[in-house]
């Protein structure tokens, strides 16, 4: 049964510390995506990759927010110094886009709260 | 730029009932749109995709409809049943592989 695969499932820090978030998308997706969702503005894309390559990261916060794809089976979501304003749940989703149908499969998510 | 919006926030019906939740987008030039289900503390379970070339799609008790010319969509669930009490997200792709946008969601719980 094919899933994304997201790491950690919870994390508690304190501000400041960098927080690394992991996901392992379906085998064969081609498209990457990364939103935060919170009670206050429900599910925001923070960034997405398309065979690796950054097509979007306008609604990430550039000055600590780092968005990767090392390779096809990994992406990361870096958050470097974290803020409580980060807390909230971080989804990885993929998806096969390449004129497909463009259905969208999410992982678990990441629970992070920053104390 | 692309809004979705999700009315009500919150419903709650009896058990057997059958129930309506509406989802509105602003752009009707979209690729697609996708319901999703999340249950607490879970990730998004993904229920129906209709292209935009479509108007309807069906699995089970559930159907989910398509208007684009008037920027709307309903999943209508019939016969609900307390395991239906979750989420519903609805979600509009303007372009093929692009982002989905969310709408905030309609809490739905089914007494028995």
């Known amino acids: 049964d094919a899933r994304v695969t997201q790491t950690p499932r919870h994390k508690v820090t304190e501000m400041g510390q960098e927080v690394t978030m992991r996901c392992q998308p379906i085998?064969?997706?081609?498209?990457v995506f990364w939103y935060r969702q919170t009670m206050m503005q429900g599910l925001e894309l923070l960034a997405y990759?398309?065979?690796?390559?950054?097509?979007?990261d306008s609604g990430m916060p550039k000055d600590r927010f780092s968005a990767e794809m090392p390779d096809a089976t990994l992406a990361t979501l870096k958050i470097q110094p974290s803020e409580p304003r980060d807390s909230a749940v971080y989804f990885c989703?993929?998806?096969?886009?390449?004129?497909?149908?463009?259905?969208?499969?999410f992982g678990e998510g990441s629970r992070l709260t920053v104390l | 730029k692309q809004e979705v919006t999700q009315i009500p926030a919150a419903l709650s019906v009896p058990e057997g009932e059958n129930l309506v939740l509406n989802c509105s987008f602003t752009?009707?030039?979209?690729?697609?749109l996708q319901w999703f289900r999340q249950d607490p503390g879970k990730g998004l379970t993904s229920l129906l995709l209709i292209q935009s070339s479509q108007r309807e799609q069906t699995s089970g008790r559930l159907n989910a409809s398509l208007d684009k010319s008037s920027g709307r969509s309903t999943l209508y669930i019939a016969a609900s049943q307390p395991g239906d009490s979750a989420t519903y997200l609805c979600?509009?792709?303007?372009?093929?592989?692009?982002?989905?946008?969310f709408g905030k969601g309609t809490t739905l719980s089914v007494s028995s």
């Open positions: 990759f398309r065979n690796r390559a950054p097509l979007d």
């Open positions: 085998l064969g997706h081609n498209t």
């Open positions: 979600a509009a792709a303007n372009q093929a592989g692009t982002a989905l946008i």
């Open positions: 752009d009707s030039a979209i690729y697609n």
């Open positions: 989703a993929s998806g096969p886009f390449s004129g497909t149908t463009g259905e969208l499969f």
